[in-house]
């Protein structure tokens, strides 16, 4: 029973998540973005945090479901991201590429309405989920040019999710 209780956290998380985080400007948001920005471990540290999750995600489903075969797709999906800064490259990569960005959202989707394949389209949304706080590619120079001027944490800010 606790298990099925867990297991209806993931989608939830999914929904909260952007309601949450995305396009904050406080001070504590700001200094997350920045990191995430311009240090390359606060994104292995993002990566790995949606690494547990995966795995935790997979555990709980496991759970709830122990004779669906299903997982078996999205368990190369989690053994991919042991490698961290191939995880790193990916996120970055999906984050930047709006092709890619949309192809597998529309992935995730659409195997939500296939047998067996709910929780490869859950692996897929936490990745998208994890990508979408990654920077995009104006923050790179933005900084820079910007540093000395009025309302720059806003603009950054901004700019970090264009």
Sequence with gaps: MIAKIIFFVFPLLLILLPFLLYRKYKPPYINAWLRLA????????????????????HVTYFAVFPEDYGFIFSSFIVFFMFATKTSVR?????????ILYRLMAIASVALLFAPHTFSTSISLALILECATFFPSKEVEDFHKKHLHEEGMNKKFVDSYFS
């Design 90 to 98: 990916l996120m970055l990569a999906t984050r930047r590429n709006k």
């Design 38 to 57: 311009f240090d390359n471990n606060a994104r292995k540290m993002a990566t790995n945090i949606t690494q547990l999750v995966l795995i935790f995600f």
